[in-house]
C-alpha cells in the first residue's frame, strides 16, 4: 500500500497505517508527522521524506526505512525490529532502547542511546556512520553503541561528555585519537581493529544497508568504552 503524507494529522496517518492489511507500507511526501510505526509489529514500512519525533517509538519487531532525514527521539524505548535512516538523525536517537537496531547513514544529535539498557536475549544496537553530539551513551546500562566517523566536517567523532554516567553496554569509536575529557566512569582500550562479535557484526550490516566497503572498516583502529568496574554508577545497579 502507498500512502501520501503531505499535510495529514499525524493521527489520521498512524491510524490508516494500521489498519492497512498489507505488510509493507510506503508513505510518500512525509513533512514532520510524529509517532509513525509506535509500538507497530509486523510491517514493513518505507518512509519518503521527514518523519517527525518519535518514529519507532516502542517499536515491536517492524522495519522502518526512511529515505531522508528523521527528527528526534528516533526508535524511543523500542523493544524490537529495525529503523534505518539513510540521512541524519536528531536528538536522542534510542532513548532508553531496550532491543532491536538502528542503523543511520549520516550524523546523530545529543543524547544518542541515553539509558539504553539489556535483558537476556535483547541486547539494543545503534551505528552512526558519521559523528555523534555531546552525552553520546549518558547513562547507557547496556546494548552497543559504534560511531564510524565518516563525516566530511573536520569535527570530532563525538561531542562532549561521551559516556557520562556510563554503567553498562560498550560504545565503540572509529578514530585514532581518543576523544577528550572522558568521565571517570568510562573506561577506554585502543583496539588495533574492530573485534569479532557484536561489534564485526553490527559493522557488516550498516555496510550492507548502505554499500559501504566492510573490510576497510573492520580493519581500522578503534576505542572500545566500557563501564569502570569501581565508579559510583555501576555499584548502584544490581544487574551488573
Known amino acids: ?5 503531505g499535510d495529514r494529522y499525524f493521527a489520521a496517518l498512524n ?5 492497512c492489511a498489507d505488510a509493507e507500507v510506503v508513505i510518500r511526501g512525509c513533512i514532520g508527522q510524529r ?3 509506535a509500538g507497530l509489529g ?7 521524506g521527514t518523519p ?3 518514529l519507532g517509538a516502542y517499536l515491536d519487531g517492524c522495519t522502518v526505512t526512511v529515505r531522508g532525514n528523521a527528527q528526534d527521539a528516533t526508535g524511543d524505548t523500542m523493544n524490537g525490529g529495525e529503523i534505518v535512516v539513510c540521512g541524519n538523525a536528531g536528538d536522542a536517537t534510542g532513548y532508553a532502547m531496550r532491543g532491536g537496531k538502528i542503523l543511520v547513514r549520516g550524523n546523530v544529535g545529543y543524547r544518542c542511546g541515553i539509558h539504553m539498557k539489556a535483558y537476556g536475549e535483547n541486547k539494543p544496537a545503534i551505528v552512526i556512520g558519521g559523528r555523534a553530539g555531546s552525552f553520546l551513551g549518558e547513562y547507557q546500562a547496556g546494548g552497543t553503541l559504534v560511531v564510524l566517523g565518516l563525516h566530511k566536517d573536520g569535527r570530532p567523532i563525538v561531542g562532549n561528555f561521551c559516556g557520562t554516567g556510563m554503567h553498562g553496554g560498550e560504545i565503540y569509536l572509529r578514530c585514532d585519537k581518543l576523544p577528550s575529557a572522558l568521565p571517570a566512569q568510562v573506561r577506554a582500550e585502543k583496539l588495533e581493529r574492530f573485534p569479532a562479535g557484536d561489534a564485526e557484526k ?3 550490516e550498516w555496510c550492507a544497508a548502505f554499500g559501504e566497503d566492510a573490510e576497510k572498516l573492520l580493519a581500522s583502529p578503534c576505542w572500545r568504552l566500557s563501564p ?6 555501576k555499584q548502584m545497579y544490581t544487574s551488573n
Not at 500500500?1 to 503524507?5: G, S
Not at 491510524?15 to 489498519?19: L, N, W
Not at 569502570?228 to 554508577?233: I, M, R
Open 35 to 37: 509517532y509513525i510505526a
Open 15 to 19: 491510524d490508516e497505517v494500521r489498519a
Open 1 to 5: 500500500m502507498e500512502i501520501v503524507a
Open 52 to 54: 517527525g519525533n518519535a
Open 202 to 204: 553490527l559493522v557488516r
Open 42 to 48: 509486523g510491517k514493513k514500512i518505507e518512509i519518503i
Open 228 to 233: 569502570n568496574a569501581e565508579n559510583p554508577y
